[in-house]
């Protein structure tokens, strides 16, 4: 079993909606958590960060870390087509020197 | 401010031939990371280096070699190329010996073995 499990979609929804993306960990020690968006032919490119449990909002993104089901989301509001791309989430525990990703949910938003 | 840099983005190899992945970052960051992504499989760790002078394995460095030249340049050895070893490569490099506050990746490079 992966020690982080996300996943894969595709998710296809229409633009305006509330888009939740998530994932599940087994390893209790992760600490730090972060979602990634990669578009197309590119690079990942760091979206949220947070640290421990509790939400963390920018704009219309929220990421909210539920350590006690070990679980993590990440929710797009009122989502445009400019947020289709590949989302993957990445966690470690403290004082690591690499992250964990997930394989990463591809959202595609529908005009 | 280029951040890090992958040299070549598109690469195609025939079975047994070498070649080498360039990656160079300007941020004076520590730690230097070598990922492959493969569908379905997500991002998969080869080799990194958390400082300068030093390098480790990561989950599958089997046929591949790294080196790190110096703080800015992190490079990727393909001695004798495989079909298996079709992929996207990613570079990435962070400030520290630990990764708090995330990677920053490169564009990747593309390499198909025929």
């Known amino acids: 079993q992966k020690e982080v499990e996300q996943d894969p979609g595709p998710l296809s929804v229409p633009e305006g909606a509330i888009v939740s993306l998530n994932c599940t960990y087994s390893n209790s020690a992760f600490q730090y958590f972060m979602w990634y968006r990669q578009y197309s032919r590119k690079g990942p490119e760091l979206l949220m960060y947070?640290?421990?449990?509790g939400n963390k909002e920018d704009g219309r993104f929220t990421a909210q870390v539920d350590k006690s089901s070990k679980y993590i989301s990440l929710f797009i509001r009122d989502s445009q087509p400019s947020d289709s791309a590949t989302y993957l989430c990445a966690m470690s525990p403290w004082g690591a020197q690499k992250l964990v990703f997930g394989q990463g949910t591809r959202l595609t938003i529908n005009p | 401010n280029a951040g890090v840099t992958q040299t070549p983005k598109f690469q195609v190899l025939k079975t047994g031939q070498s070649m080498t992945l360039q990656c160079a970052q300007d941020?004076?960051?520590?730690?230097m990371y070598w990922y492959r992504q493969d569908p379905g499989m997500g991002l998969r760790l080869i080799y990194y280096s958390a400082s300068e002078g030093t390098t480790d394995k990561g989950e599958v460095p089997n046929g591949y070699n790294v080196s790190r030249l110096n703080k800015r340049e992190f490079s990727l050895r393909l001695e004798s190329a495989a079909p298996s070893q079709t992929s996207v490569y990613f570079c990435a490099s962070t400030v520290g010996g630990v990764v708090d506050y995330g990677y920053t990746f490169g564009s990747g490079t593309r390499l198909t073995v025929v």
């Open positions: 947070t640290y421990s449990s």
């Open positions: 941020m004076n960051h520590n730690s």
